[in-house]
């Protein structure tokens, strides 16, 4: 009885068990900072990666770049695509002016071909002005030379020394309206040759009339009299000893390059003119001729037709590289006569 009455008096336990609800969406702000550290990573690792693969000129340059960005820009800036599958780093260079590049202390680096081929024109030069120095020394002391004094007008243009031999009233160089040559032009040629022998050079020749137009009815031209007289000239020269392979072109060039343009028809727009010529004009008139040879097999005619233009001298050499010679102007030529 006692047992029970003990029993009934022991302590209920109620456990109680609560249930807790679910909490919300927390977000992924956690992704983001995780993105962000990886990133960083990524770009530290890169950033070891290029300065053990990149050379000390290509990290001058990138320096360059942050220190200065506009003058890279306009220099060509950095490539769109630096990092190439062969692991370089490549730099673009442009052709703007980089004054990083125009350091007005550093030393010139010269390049040895530039030198070279200007000492070659320097010696070229000299060569011609020393020739020129002894022709102007022979118009008074050589006897061939001196009689046709004030018929010779000898300069140096950018083709090189120029010798004109010129018509004179009562002495032209050839007959009346014929490409004869007088026979008092031979020791003039002689003595001409001499000096031009003097260089491996080839020359230019080319024939020039007055605007008196030739009497005929056969259509024979100022055109066709001076590119004779051209090749005339070409053929005393060659009979004073000029080798015929140094003869580089022999043009008639009629009444285009006057001489005289206030009066064309003095005498002195007739005249044969002689061109020791340097040696970027010799190539330029292979150049020419070969490109008139090409242009006239294409057009089924020969090389030499008249429509091949001819090339105009320069008539204005420097100064103090002339020797002018005693021309008188004279009255002009009837229309109605043949050329002399």
Do not use: C
């Amino acid at each position: 009885m006692a047992k029970d009455n003990k029993s009934s008096l022991a302590p209920i336990i109620v456990i109680k068990r609560i249930k807790k609800g679910g909490h919300g969406h927390h977000g992924g702000s956690w992704k983001v900072a995780y993105a962000d550290f990886v990133t960083a990573m990524m770009a530290f690792f890169m950033l070891m990666w290029m300065m053990g693969s990149t050379t000390p000129e290509q990290k001058s340059a990138i320096s360059d770049y942050f220190q200065n960005p506009s003058a890279i820009e306009a220099s060509g800036g950095i490539s769109s695509s630096m990092i190439e599958m062969g692991g370089q780093l490549e730099i673009a260079r442009g052709e703007g002016n980089n004054p990083l590049e125009q350091n007005p202390d550093a030393p010139e680096v010269e390049d040895p071909a530039e030198d070279s081929a200007e000492a070659a024109a320097q010696k070229e030069l000299d060569s011609m002005q020393a020739m020129f120095s002894q022709l102007k020394s022979a118009l008074d002391t050589n006897a061939a030379l001196s009689s046709f004094k004030d018929q010779l007008l000898i300069d140096i243009t950018n083709e090189g020394l120029r010798i004109q031999i010129m018509d004179k009233e009562n002495r032209p160089m050839f007959a009346n309206g014929s490409s004869a040559p007088e026979k008092y032009t031979k020791p003039l040629f002689a003595e001409i040759v001499k000096i031009l022998n003097q260089s491996p050079n080839k020359i230019s020749i080319s024939g020039h009339t007055d605007m008196t137009p030739y009497a005929n009815t056969t259509g024979y031209s100022n055109w066709e009299l001076s590119a004779d007289r051209a090749n005339a000239a070409r053929r005393q020269i060659i009979s004073a000893g000029l080798p015929s392979d140094k003869i580089s072109r022999v043009v008639g060039l009629g009444s285009s390059v006057l001489y005289d343009k206030d009066n064309p028809y003095n005498p002195i727009n007739r005249r044969i003119n002689i061109i020791l010529l340097k040696a970027e004009a010799e190539k330029a008139a292979a150049r020419e001729q070969g490109s008139q040879a090409d242009q006239a097999n294409q057009e089924g005619r020969p090389p030499n037709s008249d429509s091949d233009a001819a090339p105009i001298e320069d008539l204005t050499p420097p100064e103090g590289q002339r020797i002018s010679a005693d021309i008188h102007n004279v009255n002009p030529a009837s229309p109605d006569n043949a050329p002399q």
